[in-house]
């Protein structure tokens, strides 16, 4: 296990969202499941407690810990993309397997994890700053999905 690990807390689909993410997004992989020496709160022993897990090269332990807290927007996974066919694959993946659309490029998949799938030409455009930046930040204010097309149009004005 990373000495610095992410822990994202699931009701009971820790592995199911592990796998989704493996074969959703490069360099991400599922790497032990640990299932529950004993009871808990909110299982038995036996179940599926933790699950070590990559999500485009970041450690993450998923766990089980029941229905008690839920996902908000304060926690998202931020994934950069290089083009409109890489976003569309990622949000199409997450929308399309029982997540929801949000604003800004944001959405949110099956298990309340809220994801930004950010093209590189928005990220771009706001460090660059000023009228540009003014631009793409306005025309991304209008999208779910980010439209790559419509960001480079804002950009040159």
């Not at 807290?69 to 990622?90: C, G, L, M, N, V």
Request: proline share 3%; hydrophobic share 40%; with cysteine.
């Amino acid at each position: 296990m990373a000495k610095n690990t992410i822990c994202v807390w699931y009701d009971k689909d820790a592995e199911a969202a592990a796998r989704f993410y493996a074969e959703t997004f490069p360099d991400s992989a599922v790497r032990a499941v640990h299932r529950a020496p004993s009871d808990y709160p909110s299982g038995k022993a036996g179940d599926v407690l933790t699950v070590e897990f990559t999500v485009a090269g970041v450690a993450c332990l998923g766990l089980n810990g029941g229905p008690a807290f839920k996902h908000t927007e304060a926690f998202s996974f931020q994934i950069a993309t290089d083009d409109q066919e890489e976003t569309d694959r990622y949000w199409n993946a997450i929308v399309g397997n029982g997540g929801q659309e949000s604003a800004c490029g944001w959405c949110k998949d099956k298990w309340g994890i809220n994801w930004q799938i950010t093209p590189r030409v928005l990220t771009e455009a706001l460090a660059i700053g000023g009228d540009e930046a003014k631009r793409a930040f306005g025309a991304m204010m209008t999208m779910k999905k980010i439209d790559v097309t419509a960001i480079k149009k804002a950009r040159r004005g």
